[in-house]
């Protein structure tokens, strides 16, 4: 007997040796054939009834090893597998069903779903799609699959309605799912990861019930997320990945912290989202947001963050300067209180928001009283180049008695001592009054406000 050659690696390891017979003169069992090229030939007929002969062989002998094969279809609705199944390196011609079964360790790496893949309300306990492959679009949803198939019969449907993967972590990382629709709607998980995954197709979480954590951290999802009333029991990571087209967390609950930190967002809609722990957008990019509609319990970090739409980023320093604000870090409120009123500056007219850099920088829109200090020292140290180029103090005085003159002045604490030689620099003189008295109660009542907070 010839023994197929066929091996599978795993991390560089060849872990998996067939030691099943070699079919007529191939190389490789009947499991481990590639298919005819020609699928109406009378060889790919042949090969086609030997494959799932030997799979419905292996079915009944509770052999459900099916590492690096090539089938056409492989049904299992219904069963009830503790064994554990093993798909690892398959590659699936025709349709996976798995509707209604109930397995306990489900290794699907690597594997590929040339068609349909149904794992409607199926139980899976330790499940794991890393490095899987969901090929091709259904355009239509239905519970026919008879009718979803005549629908395109070239295409491929995830389907894991209803499903329940309770109990252990469901492992997607670094899946392909290629244009293909994937419906996790009101499917039941331990915890998710889809750390890496890439989604060319709509990727459907709404209804769902995460009892664990869900991670899609450095993952590129084409047409987005819905998560339109998910439950997460744990935390939420989108951390380095790309949302194209229309995410929705609408009516979601996320019992941990929500990261999207470095991510890049076209649309995202947090309309009646409940975040119990942070919201972390540090250095993401965003086209366009409504996070200010969701009630946020823990804190919202924004550093680095670059918005699209300007009324996006100072709804979003708004709602943070408010979170801030309930939680008694008023230092952060004030910080984002001056982000919050930068943003709205630069939507003002231009004849507003030039002028009003003035009371940016050299106010901090009543923020920052050191900046108010800092202006005060400016103003005065102007003024007094001005008098001292015009000598506009009668006897023969240096820059210091100028420089003091101008601060004692801007001060209003009185310059008796010192006469002006012209109404000019008297008129200049009262100006810097003016304006010293102004900056000395602006830097009072912003100091005031800073500190009794």
Known sequence: MVSCKYEYQEDGYTNYKCVEESWKDSDYCILHMDFPADEKSPEFRLISE??????????????????????WDIKL???????????SGAIIEGGAYFSDATIWDAKFIGTTFHAIADFRRAKLMNAYFVNANFEYVVSTLSDNLDEVL????????????????DESPTVFSYAIMDESLVNFSDAIIHSAQFDGITATGFVNFSGAKIRGSATFSNSNLKFG???????IEDRVSFESSILDGYSSFEGTTIRGDAEFKGATINAVDFRGATIEGNANFIDSTINSCNIEMSDIKGRLFLKGSKFKLLQNEEDAYRKAKRLYESLGDKNAADEHYYLE???????????????ELL??????YGVYPYRIIGTAIVVAFIFAVLFWFGSGLKGEYGFPTYLYFSFKNALALGTSEYQLTSGTYQLLATLEIILGTFL??????????????
């Open 50 to 71: 030997e494959k799932r002969k030997k799979t419905n062989e292996k079915i009944i002998n509770n052999d459900f090893d099916f590492t690096g094969a090539k089938l």
């Open 77 to 87: 609705q219904g069963a009830n597998i503790k064994g554990g199944v093993i798909f």
């Open 150 to 165: 005549k629908v395109d019969t070239g295409s491929s449907y995830a389907a894991l309605v209803d499903a329940i993967m």
């Open 225 to 231: 997320i819905s998560c339109i009333s998910t439950i």
């Open 341 to 355: 009123m930068i943003t709205h500056r630069k939507q003002r007219p231009y004849y507003y928001k030039y002028p």
């Open 359 to 364: 009371v940016q920088y050299c106010f901090g």
């Open 440 to 453: 000395w109660a602006a830097f009072v009542a912003t100091f005031a406000r800073k500190f009794m907070r």
